[in-house]
């Protein structure tokens, strides 16, 4: 569900209304109301979820969501209670009545012309530099520093003693105690989700919240998405180099080390006290264990990689292998030259 501090909930609607605007018969569910929208693992008797693909149908048979739009391609089990309505794509159906609950709001929620919104809550010792804008709600716990030309949006939550630096935009986000973001960084913007098909790209409505927990540290110019429909984590105590990626809905823990240009697709997940190198790649839906440590442009595919080892190569695999088999390719090379003279 939706936080309300960001996204204004238009709902509810009747499922006969939803059904009507996705083109799809209610049958008799007609007149029951839908209240929101949510994924499978969050949803409750009065939320529409979706499912598609393998990840979909392992979640659906556990989901307590009243209403689900599935793929009709897709054979799952459907709980007892449960109103499912099989479209040809789930996600482009979702796409659209998610834009009925939450129609896309490009004002970012501003009131009037103030530089900080009478709404807003500053803390004792404050300090605001020039230019920066505070938007409606938003809330800067005391002596937390907010740099020139900052912007701190709707709703926004920022702990005790933080200095955010300047140009830095937040939204949708909350911040713990002592948090450090560079110059330039973006948190919170809309993940990179879309429903494709033979007519395009449609945008699946981006509607979670970024959560940073005390203590971390964020470089220059790094891109943090928040979630589509939970949130995207950063844990306690950890570092993020400048010009990292971390898509929408990943999970970083506690006192990790993210070295620069590193990219995070959504949904990946990272242990405690991981290191990433440089342009270390991570594919969707990947997960790496407690205190792996991955060499710079380690590429990791999606499932599990195991914790406490070190990784290298393209797909990761354990260092040591990586390195023999570096230097078998090598040997290769040195011989496929020296029998070309030969």
Known sequence: MADPRFFDNRGPFSFGEICALLGLSAGDAAS??????????????????????????????????????????????????????????????????????????????????SAVDPSAQIGEGVQLGPGAVIGPAAEIGEGSVIGPNAVIGRGVAIGRACAIGSNVSISHAYLGDEVVILPGAQIGQAGFGFASGPKGHVKIPQLGRVIVQDRVEIGACVTIDRGALGDTVIGEGTKIDNMVQIGHNCRIGRHCVIVSQVGMSGSSELGDFVVLGGQVGIADHARIGDGARLAARTGVMPGDLPGGRDYGGMPAKPVGEWHREMGAIALLAKRRKRDSHG
């Open 32 to 113: 029951q109301r839908v209240a929101d929208v949510a994924s499978l693992e969050s949803a409750g008797p009065p939320h529409l979820a979706y499912c598609t693909g393998r990840a979909g149908a392992k979640l659906i048979e556990k989901s307590r969501a009243g209403f689900c739009l599935i793929d009709e391609s897709l054979e799952v089990k459907v709980p007892d209670g449960m109103v499912a309505l099989r479209a040809p794509s789930a996600a482009h159906a979702f796409a659209a009545a998610a834009m009925l609950f939450y129609p896309e709001d490009r004002s970012g929620g501003w009131s009037g012309q």
